[in-house]
């Protein structure tokens, strides 16, 4: 181990020693045989390693989704202010449950679960966040939806996560919170964020979008920070479409987080503040409350796959899973990511190669395509009369010269990852095959010379 950070021998000794234990049985079976991957790259006519190219289906769903559905739609409750027992309000119990949180507030979405953390702390106008460069959009809309000012901090090209020195480094006077994103439902380098905003008095608003049931230090992501924010999105570990959810232990601050989601109206009926309209529906907890039951099993099986697969990859220099901090316990695996050294394949650049593995019956995604330091929004947003009205044209000149993240273009321009809610629950015999494809195009390197 150096420098705190894990490598992925660590992880895997780990990964048999902790929770992931049961899954992964401490032992990593023996598929591939190297013997076959010698011969000709499918992109040049040989034969592919991997002939069935289907995935087991995403999103899930089984018979007790369809019971929930049912059993919501028979009861005529729909809303979730009809009934204090009602379906959203059973999910929240649960889910909080499930989490280790002792509260949850189920919205619309992700990115309406954190802007309604961002309003229910009290950020606004003048106010700024730090979060990561590298993320869906919907991180900093909830910042600027609350009209601050969302400060991107640069990554850690090895783990695709906020490097906390960048985020000390752009703390100022009008920082309020640190928005930090468990990239791939990995963990962040959470000790150190919370260590800095615990030092400089700054909330932490865990978004964890992407991270259900993912450990550090034995603690479920979202309960760190002073909040965490969930996506059910139809892409997510845990779906239902379009969902969100929020979680926390401080009941104050979930009561307000409640009032704002709920038009600024309290619990007790009283409108106490501005706040949107985000409360989830009956329907979309219903088809979150009928997987509970079943969500852990798909979360071991994806941590099994994943210790499988980071076993297979690590004598192969080209492609390298991503790096998880000391503490990692599980991750969601909602996307597991590699980054791609071309200098290790022959200098073939990252869509040749995507093309060759392809080619194999593996398709692997470079994901985001640029930072949102580098997206228009900047300048749409910035230059529109809202901001000009709150921020003086020296601060927004600042900020926008500021907005520099050089290592997330790195990540970037190196990612190569598989969307894994579904693939990551595919027998080990499918995963066998994702290395030996890895295999045949680095023994057979050579070979892309030509293309
Ligand atoms: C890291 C991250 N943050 C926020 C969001 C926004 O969530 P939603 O799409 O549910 O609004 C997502 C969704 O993909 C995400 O991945």
Redesign the pocket.
């Known amino acids: 181990m150096t420098n705190g950070d894990w490598t992925r021998r660590d992880f895997l000794a780990a990964a048999s020693a902790g929770s992931l234990a049961a899954a992964t049985s401490g032992t990593i079976p023996a598929y591939g045989n190297l013997t076959k991957k010698a011969g000709k790259l499918a992109l040049l006519g040989g034969e592919p390693v991997r002939k069935n190219k289907s995935w087991p289906d995403w999103p899930y769903w089984d018979d007790k989704v369809i019971e929930s559905v049912t059993k919501t739609t028979k009861s005529r409750i729909w809303c979730r202010i009809q009934s204090s027992t009602g379906t959203v309000p059973t999910f929240e119990k649960e889910f909080a449950k499930l989490i280790g949180a002792k509260f949850c507030v189920a919205t619309g979405?992700?990115?309406?679960s954190?802007h309604t953390c961002v309003e229910a702390l009290g950020i606004g106008p003048g106010d700024e966040v730090i979060t990561s460069p590298y993320?869906?959009p919907?991180?900093i809309a909830s910042i600027l939806s609350a009209r601050a000012l969302p400060v991107l901090a640069d990554l850690d090209p090895a783990s695709f996560q906020l490097d906390p020195d960048e985020v000390e480094k752009r703390i100022t006077e009008n920082t309020k919170a640190i928005m930090p994103?468990h990239?791939m439902g990995q963990p962040c380098d959470i000790d150190r964020i919370m260590a800095i905003a615990k030092k400089h008095n700054l909330k932490v608003i865990e978004?964890a979008?992407?991270a259900h049931l993912a450990e550090h230090r034995g603690r479920k992501l979202g309960t760190i920070g002073d909040v965490g924010c969930f996506?059910?999105?139809s892409s997510k570990v845990l779906a239902c479409g379009?969902?969100?959810g929020i979680i926390g232990n401080d009941e104050a601050l979930m009561d307000r987080c409640y009032t704002v989601h709920n038009h600024g109206t309290s619990r007790r009926g009283a409108t106490e503040t501005i706040g949107p309209k985000y409360r989830m529906n009956e329907f979309q907890a219903a088809v979150l409350l009928g997987q509970l039951p079943t969500v852990l099993e798909r979360h071991a099986r994806r941590n099994e796959n994943a210790a499988y697969l980071t076993a297979r990859l690590k004598d192969i220099p080209y492609l390298v899973p991503q790096k998880l901090y000391e503490g990692t316990n599980a991750g969601s695996y909602y996307l597991y990511a590699m980054s791609y050294h071309k200098e290790h394949l022959n200098g073939v650049d990252r869509a040749t190669f995507l093309k060759a593995l392809s080619a194999e019956g593996v398709s692997l995604s470079p994901y985001i395509a640029m930072g949102l330091h580098k997206e228009p929004w900047i300048d749409n947003i910035l230059k529109s009369r809202v901001y000009k009205r709150m921020y003086s044209e020296e601060r927004l000149r600042k900020y926008r010269e500021e907005s520099q993240c050089p290592k997330c273009d790195q990540v970037c321009q190196e990612m190569a990852m598989i969307w894994a809610s579904g693939p990551l629950l595919a027998p080990k015999e499918d995963m066998a095959e994702v290395a030996d494809a890895i295999e045949k195009v680095y023994e057979n390197r050579d070979q892309l010379k030509a293309v």
């Open positions: 979405s992700g990115t309406q954190l993320t869906d919907g991180t994103v990239m978004d979008a992407q996506s059910f999105q379009e969902g969100g």
